[in-house]
Nanobody, 116 residues
Framework: QVHLVESGGGLVQPGGSLRLSCAAS????????MGWYRQSLGKQREWVAY???????NYRSSVKGRFTVSRDNAKNTLYLQMNSLKSEDTAIYYC??????????WGQGTQVTVSS
């Protein structure tokens, strides 16, 4: 069963940057597409970005050009560099195998708050 630990969240002013990390275990990390998700208060969890085993990336339109997903297969770690942050980016951020369902194992997430 996959085990995920997200970190790197915090409070940042609009226009600021944060880098999130996700340490994964219990899966063949280098062989799977990994994704970042987020859940805002009162909303459903949504995908933010994903990166394939081969390094191909894709982003939801609202973060394209501001966020960058990357991975270090040697460290079984996924990253999300977030620049030009906006208040609407405020959410709890999670990582998981891309396509994971709500019933599958998820980490605790990391809180990102964008506020002046």
């Amino acid at each position: 069963q996959v085990h995920l630990v997200e970190s790197g969240g915090g409070l940042v002013q609009p226009g600021g940057s944060l880098r999130l990390s996700c340490a994964a275990s219990g899966t063949r990390f280098s062989s799977v597409t990994m994704g970042w998700y987020r859940q805002s208060l009162g909303k459903q969890r949504e995908w933010v970005a994903y990166i394939t085993a081969g390094g191909v990336t894709n982003y939801r339109s609202s973060v394209k050009g501001r966020f960058t997903v990357s991975r270090d297969n040697a460290k079984n770690t996924l990253y999300l560099q977030m620049n030009s942050l906006k208040s609407e980016d405020t959410a709890i951020y999670y990582c998981n195998i891309f396509g994971a369902t709500p019933d599958e194992n998820w980490g605790q997430g990391t809180q990102v708050t964008v506020s002046s």
